[in-house]
């Protein structure tokens, strides 16, 4: 079964800083990686696909990036309306979530 | 436009069987494959299972000996049945749509089932 490691965990940070969030994959997974957040009490939001494209309606300052087996969410000027959980999700080989990232302000 | 939305009881006795049902709107079963996520109180997502456009089915490994998943297309429904189910089952269970490049692209709001005597 192929592993998705998620760091960090929980992250706090200011408004328009800087934000990444990455997953490393345990064998190759291309670039079938997707991103998603989580409000409380809301089911999950896709926000990337194929690693590195921005799903309809979804603020530009979203990014995916890839390096190999690594991959990363940048938001680039955090918002108060991006705070929540993120995740990410490998469909490779059958599907697994990272353990998720729970955003906060600082 | 495309909705999925999850039913079922809230509160199941351990070592009953789960029946949940996801009715989808804006889209066919027969050209798009539906999947099914639980999320327990406070933690992360795990994938459950899919059916697929075809109408086979995939499941997680750690629950596929206690599940079953299938679908009604005429009624745009699929349907989860888990047995022998225990606490650690208790969950939001979400369904989903799965987009054939590689994402869930709509989800529903999700049901929350809890496990408990």
């Known amino acids: 079964d192929i592993q998705m490691t998620q760091s960090p965990a929980s992250l706090s940070a200011s408004l328009e800083e800087i934000v990444t969030i990455t997953c490393q994959a345990s064998?190759?997974?291309?670039?079938?990686l997707s991103w998603y957040q989580q409000k409380p009490g809301k089911s999950p939001q896709l926000l990337i696909y194929?690693?590195?494209s921005l799903a309809d309606g979804v603020p530009s300052r979203f990014s995916g990036s890839r390096s190999g087996t690594q991959y990363s969410l940048k938001i680039s000027r955090l918002q108060v309306e991006d705070i929540g959980i993120y995740y990410c999700?490998?469909?490779?080989?059958?599907?697994?979530f990272g353990g998720g990232t729970k955003l906060e302000l600082k | 436009q495309v909705q999925l939305k999850e039913s079922g009881p809230g509160l199941v006795q351990p070592s009953q069987t789960l029946s949940l049902t996801c009715t989808v709107s804006?889209?066919?079963?027969?050209?798009?494959?539906v999947h099914w996520v639980r999320q327990p109180p406070g933690k992360g997502l795990e994938w459950v299972g899919a059916?697929?456009?075809?109408?086979?089915?995939d499941y997680n490994s750690a629950l596929k000996s206690r599940l079953s998943i299938s679908r009604d297309t005429s009624k745009s429904q699929v349907f989860l049945k888990m047995n022998s189910l225990q606490t650690e089952d208790t969950a939001i269970y979400f369904c989903?749509?799965?987009?054939?490049?590689?994402?869930?692209?709509?989800w529903g709001q999700g049901v929350m089932v809890t496990v408990s005597s």
């Open positions: 064998q190759d997974i291309g670039n079938w």
């Open positions: 059916i697929w456009s075809g109408g086979s089915t």
């Open positions: 804006g889209f066919s079963l027969t050209s798009n494959s």
């Open positions: 989903t749509r799965y987009y054939y490049s590689g994402y869930f692209d709509y």
């Open positions: 194929g690693a590195t």
């Open positions: 999700l490998q469909a490779y080989s059958a599907w697994t």
